[in-house]
């Protein structure tokens, strides 16, 4: 049986990615780290710190180290670290978002991003440009956060998340697709649906069926 290893910083994105498992991956044996000091402590610092980039690397030893044979980040906002930590391993280790930016890239057009934790935002942008010059396509990538939306659903309050992001919908009509940024965001994927014309692509599954491929 294959083992995969889910590292989390935020409670919010465990159950999205594990739902994505059992529909996409039901036969793979699935084990969680979380570190939810990350993304405070990304907040205080303003920027990837080499301290922050050596526990994501520890995160992704201890998971290669209890047996995987792949590993898969959740959290959007550590994107160079996860890479950082790609090159140390033998075993596929993946970004949240990479497949996910694949499939808009692929789709064309302005690509539109609801986001709900801020300091994702600029590592997001960067790995989105970096795999449009890696392909070789012209591509923008437009974002808008939605503030209070996460608070509302770390609280217990997933309606109030899933509103705030289905009423921001309509500022990105002007894109060809439209991307919910973080694992925890895929649960409002109907509600933004029903308010925009435009595909909703969420990275869960996205993530789990490319990280199934590479293990193959």
Not at 41 to 50: F, S, Y
């Amino acid at each position: 049986m294959t083992r995969i290893v889910l590292i989390h910083a935020v409670e919010v994105a465990m159950r999205p990615v594990e739902a994505a498992m059992r529909e996409f991956w039901p036969a793979a044996q699935c084990g969680n780290l979380l570190d939810d000091a990350l993304p405070r402590d990304l907040e205080a610092a303003g920027t990837l710190t080499p301290a922050i980039t050596g526990r994501i690397a520890a995160l992704a030893d201890y998971a290669a180290n209890s047996g995987a044979q792949g590993v898969l980040f959740t959290c959007s906002a550590f994107g160079p670290a996860i890479d950082e930590a790609a090159k140390r391993l033998p075993i596929p280790v993946l970004k949240p978002n990479e497949a996910m930016f694949e499939a808009s890239l692929d789709a064309g057009g302005v690509v539109g991003m609801l986001a709900t934790f801020e300091p994702s935002i600029a590592s997001m942008t960067r790995e989105f440009d970096d795999e449009a010059r890696r392909r070789e396509v012209s591509a923008q990538l437009d974002t808008v956060y939605v503030p209070g939306a996460l608070d509302a659903l770390k609280s217990g309050d997933a309606a109030t998340h899933d509103r705030l992001l289905a009423e921001a919908a309509p500022r990105l009509a002007h894109c060809s697709t439209i991307l919910l940024a973080h694992f925890s965001t895929a649960r409002a994927a109907a509600a933004v649906a029903a308010r925009s014309t435009q595909p909703v692509l969420t990275s869960p599954g996205s993530a789990v069926m490319k990280l199934r491929r590479l293990t193959a």
